[in-house]
T-cell receptor, first 109, second 114 residues
Protein backbone atom coordinates (compact mmCIF):
# COMPACT_ATOMS: atom_id res chain seq x y z
CA UNK A 1 0.00 0.00 0.00
CA UNK A 2 1.26 3.42 -0.91
CA UNK A 3 2.19 5.52 2.09
CA UNK A 4 3.16 9.14 2.51
CA UNK A 5 4.59 10.04 5.90
CA UNK A 6 4.83 13.46 7.50
CA UNK A 7 5.58 14.63 11.00
CA UNK A 8 2.27 15.94 12.36
CA UNK A 9 3.94 18.78 14.27
CA UNK A 10 3.23 21.42 15.23
CA UNK A 11 6.40 22.92 13.88
CA UNK A 12 6.88 26.27 15.56
CA UNK A 13 9.16 28.92 14.08
CA UNK A 14 9.56 32.63 14.75
CA UNK A 15 8.64 35.19 12.11
CA UNK A 16 11.43 35.62 9.59
CA UNK A 17 12.94 32.17 10.14
CA UNK A 18 13.17 29.28 7.68
CA UNK A 19 10.56 26.54 8.11
CA UNK A 20 11.54 23.08 6.91
CA UNK A 21 8.83 20.52 6.23
CA UNK A 22 9.64 16.93 5.36
CA UNK A 23 7.88 14.02 3.69
CA UNK A 24 8.80 10.44 2.84
CA UNK A 25 6.97 8.08 0.53
CA UNK A 26 6.95 4.34 0.04
CA UNK A 27 6.08 3.81 -3.63
CA UNK A 28 9.24 3.86 -5.74
CA UNK A 29 7.28 4.33 -8.97
CA UNK A 30 5.90 7.67 -7.79
CA UNK A 31 6.14 10.19 -10.60
CA UNK A 32 5.35 13.61 -9.23
CA UNK A 33 5.20 15.39 -5.93
CA UNK A 34 3.15 18.26 -4.59
CA UNK A 35 2.82 20.49 -1.58
CA UNK A 36 -0.54 21.86 -0.56
CA UNK A 37 -1.33 24.43 2.11
CA UNK A 38 -4.55 24.03 4.07
CA UNK A 39 -5.85 26.68 6.42
CA UNK A 40 -8.15 25.52 9.21
CA UNK A 41 -11.61 24.76 7.86
CA UNK A 42 -10.60 25.41 4.25
CA UNK A 43 -9.73 23.24 1.27
CA UNK A 44 -6.13 22.50 0.22
CA UNK A 45 -4.38 24.99 -2.04
CA UNK A 46 -1.55 23.88 -4.33
CA UNK A 47 1.65 25.80 -3.65
CA UNK A 48 4.44 23.74 -5.24
CA UNK A 49 4.93 20.84 -7.61
CA UNK A 50 8.20 19.04 -8.36
CA UNK A 51 8.89 16.24 -10.81
CA UNK A 52 12.66 15.70 -10.96
CA UNK A 53 15.48 15.40 -8.46
CA UNK A 54 16.89 18.61 -7.09
CA UNK A 55 15.50 21.94 -5.99
CA UNK A 56 12.68 24.05 -7.36
CA UNK A 57 12.21 27.60 -6.14
CA UNK A 58 9.12 29.79 -6.32
CA UNK A 59 9.30 33.00 -4.34
CA UNK A 60 9.80 32.17 -0.66
CA UNK A 61 9.16 28.47 -1.28
CA UNK A 62 11.70 25.83 -2.29
CA UNK A 63 10.76 22.22 -2.90
CA UNK A 64 13.49 19.58 -2.78
CA UNK A 65 13.22 16.05 -4.17
CA UNK A 66 15.49 13.06 -3.69
CA UNK A 67 13.98 10.01 -5.41
CA UNK A 68 16.78 7.68 -4.31
CA UNK A 69 15.96 8.42 -0.68
CA UNK A 70 12.21 8.71 -1.41
CA UNK A 71 12.20 12.06 0.28
CA UNK A 72 10.66 15.42 -0.55
CA UNK A 73 10.84 18.62 1.47
CA UNK A 74 9.49 22.15 1.46
CA UNK A 75 11.45 25.13 2.72
CA UNK A 76 9.68 28.38 3.52
CA UNK A 77 12.04 31.34 3.82
CA UNK A 78 11.20 34.49 5.77
CA UNK A 79 8.23 32.77 7.40
CA UNK A 80 5.22 34.97 8.08
CA UNK A 81 2.33 34.50 10.54
CA UNK A 82 0.10 34.10 7.46
CA UNK A 83 2.07 30.92 6.62
CA UNK A 84 0.58 29.27 9.71
CA UNK A 85 -1.37 26.35 8.28
CA UNK A 86 -1.20 22.62 7.73
CA UNK A 87 1.04 21.58 4.84
CA UNK A 88 0.07 18.42 2.99
CA UNK A 89 2.54 16.40 0.96
CA UNK A 90 1.00 14.55 -1.99
CA UNK A 91 2.54 11.94 -4.26
CA UNK A 92 1.19 10.86 -7.61
CA UNK A 93 1.79 7.47 -9.14
CA UNK A 94 0.23 6.58 -12.48
CA UNK A 95 -3.22 8.01 -11.88
CA UNK A 96 -4.09 9.09 -8.35
CA UNK A 97 -2.73 11.34 -5.61
CA UNK A 98 -1.86 9.92 -2.19
CA UNK A 99 -1.68 12.41 0.67
CA UNK A 100 0.19 12.51 3.92
CA UNK A 101 -1.62 13.56 7.08
CA UNK A 102 0.04 16.95 7.03
CA UNK A 103 2.38 19.00 9.20
CA UNK A 104 0.98 21.92 11.15
CA UNK A 105 3.19 25.00 10.95
CA UNK A 106 2.90 27.80 13.50
CA UNK A 107 4.75 31.05 12.82
CA UNK A 108 4.89 33.34 15.83
CA UNK A 109 5.20 37.14 15.42
CA UNK B 1 -14.19 32.62 -13.31
CA UNK B 2 -12.78 29.14 -13.87
CA UNK B 3 -12.87 26.80 -10.95
CA UNK B 4 -14.40 23.93 -9.07
CA UNK B 5 -17.69 24.47 -7.29
CA UNK B 6 -18.93 22.20 -4.55
CA UNK B 7 -22.38 22.49 -3.05
CA UNK B 8 -23.71 22.72 -0.51
CA UNK B 9 -21.03 24.03 1.82
CA UNK B 10 -22.71 22.42 4.83
CA UNK B 11 -25.01 19.41 4.77
CA UNK B 12 -26.85 17.60 7.52
CA UNK B 13 -28.04 14.03 7.10
CA UNK B 14 -30.35 11.96 9.20
CA UNK B 15 -29.53 8.35 9.95
CA UNK B 16 -30.55 6.09 7.07
CA UNK B 17 -30.73 8.82 4.44
CA UNK B 18 -28.82 9.03 1.20
CA UNK B 19 -27.40 12.44 0.32
CA UNK B 20 -25.74 13.71 -2.84
CA UNK B 21 -22.85 16.16 -2.91
CA UNK B 22 -22.42 18.24 -6.03
CA UNK B 23 -19.12 18.97 -7.79
CA UNK B 24 -18.97 21.04 -10.96
CA UNK B 25 -15.88 22.30 -12.81
CA UNK B 26 -15.50 24.65 -15.77
CA UNK B 27 -11.77 24.08 -16.26
CA UNK B 28 -12.27 21.55 -19.06
CA UNK B 29 -10.46 18.97 -16.95
CA UNK B 30 -10.79 15.31 -17.85
CA UNK B 31 -10.02 13.85 -14.41
CA UNK B 32 -12.04 14.36 -11.24
CA UNK B 33 -11.64 13.00 -7.74
CA UNK B 34 -13.48 12.73 -4.44
CA UNK B 35 -11.58 12.73 -1.16
CA UNK B 36 -12.70 12.51 2.42
CA UNK B 37 -10.90 14.25 5.29
CA UNK B 38 -11.44 13.47 8.96
CA UNK B 39 -10.09 15.66 11.79
CA UNK B 40 -6.32 15.33 12.08
CA UNK B 41 -6.22 13.02 9.09
CA UNK B 42 -4.96 13.31 5.59
CA UNK B 43 -7.12 13.03 2.52
CA UNK B 44 -8.38 9.58 1.58
CA UNK B 45 -9.50 8.80 -1.95
CA UNK B 46 -13.11 7.67 -2.39
CA UNK B 47 -13.58 7.55 -6.18
CA UNK B 48 -11.95 9.00 -9.25
CA UNK B 49 -12.80 9.40 -12.89
CA UNK B 50 -10.40 9.98 -15.75
CA UNK B 51 -12.99 10.26 -18.48
CA UNK B 52 -16.72 10.65 -18.96
CA UNK B 53 -18.77 7.51 -18.24
CA UNK B 54 -15.88 5.82 -16.46
CA UNK B 55 -14.81 5.83 -12.82
CA UNK B 56 -12.80 3.72 -10.41
CA UNK B 57 -12.95 2.98 -6.71
CA UNK B 58 -10.41 4.55 -4.43
CA UNK B 59 -9.24 3.34 -1.05
CA UNK B 60 -12.53 3.86 0.84
CA UNK B 61 -15.35 3.46 -1.72
CA UNK B 62 -17.67 1.35 0.45
CA UNK B 63 -20.91 3.19 1.18
CA UNK B 64 -20.42 5.73 -1.62
CA UNK B 65 -21.46 5.93 -5.26
CA UNK B 66 -20.64 8.31 -8.12
CA UNK B 67 -21.56 9.03 -11.70
CA UNK B 68 -19.78 10.84 -14.51
CA UNK B 69 -22.36 11.54 -17.19
CA UNK B 70 -20.87 14.93 -18.11
CA UNK B 71 -17.30 16.11 -18.22
CA UNK B 72 -18.11 19.03 -15.93
CA UNK B 73 -19.90 17.10 -13.20
CA UNK B 74 -18.94 14.36 -10.74
CA UNK B 75 -21.59 14.01 -8.01
CA UNK B 76 -20.98 11.85 -4.96
CA UNK B 77 -23.79 10.02 -3.16
CA UNK B 78 -23.25 9.07 0.45
CA UNK B 79 -25.52 6.12 1.04
CA UNK B 80 -27.02 4.77 4.26
CA UNK B 81 -24.45 1.96 4.02
CA UNK B 82 -21.71 4.41 4.97
CA UNK B 83 -21.49 3.89 8.71
CA UNK B 84 -19.52 6.97 9.65
CA UNK B 85 -20.22 9.65 7.04
CA UNK B 86 -19.50 12.75 9.13
CA UNK B 87 -16.45 14.31 7.45
CA UNK B 88 -15.16 17.07 5.17
CA UNK B 89 -15.61 16.04 1.53
CA UNK B 90 -13.32 17.48 -1.11
CA UNK B 91 -13.68 17.32 -4.86
CA UNK B 92 -10.67 17.89 -7.08
CA UNK B 93 -9.91 17.93 -10.77
CA UNK B 94 -6.85 17.77 -13.00
CA UNK B 95 -6.39 18.30 -16.71
CA UNK B 96 -5.79 14.58 -17.09
CA UNK B 97 -5.01 11.58 -14.93
CA UNK B 98 -1.39 11.65 -16.07
CA UNK B 99 1.53 11.48 -13.70
CA UNK B 100 2.65 15.08 -14.09
CA UNK B 101 -0.68 16.84 -13.76
CA UNK B 102 -1.63 19.11 -10.89
CA UNK B 103 -4.91 18.69 -9.02
CA UNK B 104 -7.00 21.58 -7.77
CA UNK B 105 -9.70 21.49 -5.11
CA UNK B 106 -13.14 22.89 -4.62
CA UNK B 107 -14.06 24.58 -1.35
CA UNK B 108 -15.42 21.38 0.19
CA UNK B 109 -18.67 20.16 1.73
CA UNK B 110 -18.90 19.50 5.44
CA UNK B 111 -21.33 16.65 6.08
CA UNK B 112 -22.74 16.00 9.53
CA UNK B 113 -25.01 13.15 10.58
CA UNK B 114 -27.69 14.27 13.02
Amino acid sequence: QKEVEQNSGPLSVPEGAIASLNCTYSDRVSQSFFWYRQYSGKSPELIMSIYSNGDKEDGRFTAQLNKASQYVSLLIRDSQPSDSATYLCAVRGYSTLTFGKGTMLLVSP
Amino acid sequence: DGGITQSPKYLFRKEGQNVTLSCEQNLNHDAMYWYRQDPGQGLRLIYYSQIVNDFQKGDIAEGYSVSREKKESFPLTVTSAQKNPTAFYLCASSISGGADTEAFFGQGTRLTVV
